[in-house]
């Protein structure tokens, strides 16, 4: 099997599946037993699958780990994409009755469910899914973090880090990607509400369905002591029973919302992550510009031998005398050389930035159509949810109205 062509995407070639979870006990770095989740990642040929052709799948076993380091190398090879997020290490954002438990089976199923859909997204990006590195991660079990540690992504990721954390200041910020990062914040901070908002909404909702299971046991034990009404109070109380059970059924399908909301809460990190490298080539540019404006200004002044600014050197030459024609001679071929390169390096900024900002923008613009169209989907989906729920309440107090009227 060979790495998708140029211009297509991975997912049009392979099928990629994260089947199941399992947890395993081992020794850690310092030799301490720990209990720790992999994950079954199958991959199969698409075209064996619509040929009707269902071959065993290839198939190895990923640590969560694995799949961050994954990503850390995506993030310092690919700066100018909005790298897909992984779920969440820990659950965040939780109503109280659910496990925050990060070895909790339902988590462990919903991170499962995300890492799948962290594959599928870098497998259907025209970019990343070409990426040999990604490919081997999919396809070979052992040696694969010898061969993603080789690239040398931990140093250009740590340079890059001093790099972002430094105090700069850019002096012509690009405004589209100042907005876009203002537009991040904000989206992430409203995503944040909208998840708090659905967690005490979800404990209220968990506490309506538990009053619905003491009815039912009310109406069970009144039952047992009429004889008359005691028929239609019992279906009553088996209608109420049934409703108060469905709760679980119905919160984790919320959860199912929540997670495809915290994706794109996740998602702005690497939205402003994009915005923030191009404020590093933007001060990297303007400080080689600086420079070389620098160099050219010493130059006009070994020429004319005037000094337009105070410097050490100015005073030095005016008390201990002017250099020597030979040595001026020898300066000036230095700053032209100097100039020389500073040149060069101020073009070859200034393509990596033009390019930059093609590449960003254009991955922005993609990344702005895949969130409207998520993000519609998913609300849309989330009211339909709640909709219904609120017919089955009608529906189960309309059929005890019915017993009570049969009494």
């Known amino acids: 099997m060979t790495t998708a062509e140029q211009g297509t995407t991975l997912l049009k070639t392979m099928e990629i ?45 990923r640590r969560y780990s694995e799949f961050e380091i994954l990503r850390n190398y995506l993030l310092v090879t690919y700066p100018f994409v909005v790298v897909p997020p992984l779920p969440e290490k820990r659950a965040e954002f939780v109503w109280h009755k659910l496990s925050a438990d990060n070895m909790d089976p339902d988590f462990v199923e919903r991170r499962r469910v995300g890492l799948e859909n962290f594959l599928l997204r870098v497998a259907s990006h025209t970019a990343l899914s070409n990426d040999k590195i990604f490919f081997t991660f999919l396809t070979e079990e052992n040696g694969w973090k010898e061969i993603v540690f080789e690239t040398g992504f931990q140093a250009k990721a740590d340079s890059r880090l001093k790099a972002l954390n430094a105090t700069f200041r850019v002096k012509n910020p690009d405004k589209r990607f100042a907005e876009m990062k203002h537009y991040g914040d904000e989206l992430q901070s409203v995503i944040s509400q909208l998840l708090r908002v659905r967690a005490r909404v979800a404990d209220r909702l968990y506490g309506v369905y538990k009053v619905h299971g003491n009815y039912g046991r009310v109406f069970s034990e009144w039952s047992a002591i009429e004889k008359e009404m005691g028929d239609g109070l019992q279906s009553a109380g088996h209608h109420m029973d049934a409703y108060a059970a469905s709760v679980d059924d119905i919160l984790e399908e919320e959860e199912h919302y929540a997670d495809q909301l915290k994706e794109y809460l996740f998602y702005m990190d690497s939205l402003k992550a994009v915005c923030r490298k191009h404020e590093l080539t933007q001060f990297e540019l303007e400080m080689a510009a600086q420079d070389l404006s620098s160099k050219k200004q010493q130059r006009e002044e070994l020429a004319t031998g005037t000094v337009r600014t105070f410097s050490l050197k100015g005073m030095t030459s005016k008390l201990f005398g002017q250099e020597t024609p030979e040595q001026r001679e020898a300066k000036m071929k230095v700053l032209e050389e100097q100039i020389q390169e500073g040149e060069e390096e101020v073009k070859e900024k200034n393509s990596e930035c033009d390019e930059f900002v093609n590449n960003a923008w254009c991955d922005i613009e993609r990344f702005k159509d895949q969130k409207d ?29 019915e017993c009570f009227n049969k009494m």
């Open 373 to 401: 169209h998520d993000l519609k989907e998913a609300l849309i989906s989330y009211a339909i949810m709640q909709i219904s729920m609120c017919k089955k309440g009608i529906q189960v107090w309309s059929n005890a109205k």
């Open 17 to 61: 599946n994260v089947a199941e979870a399992e947890k395993r006990t081992g020794k850690n770095a310092v030799n301490m037993l720990e209990t720790y989740t992999v994950y079954l990642i199958e991959t199969r040929p698409v075209d064996t699958v619509s040929e009707g052709i269902s071959p065993t799948p290839d198939s190895l076993w």
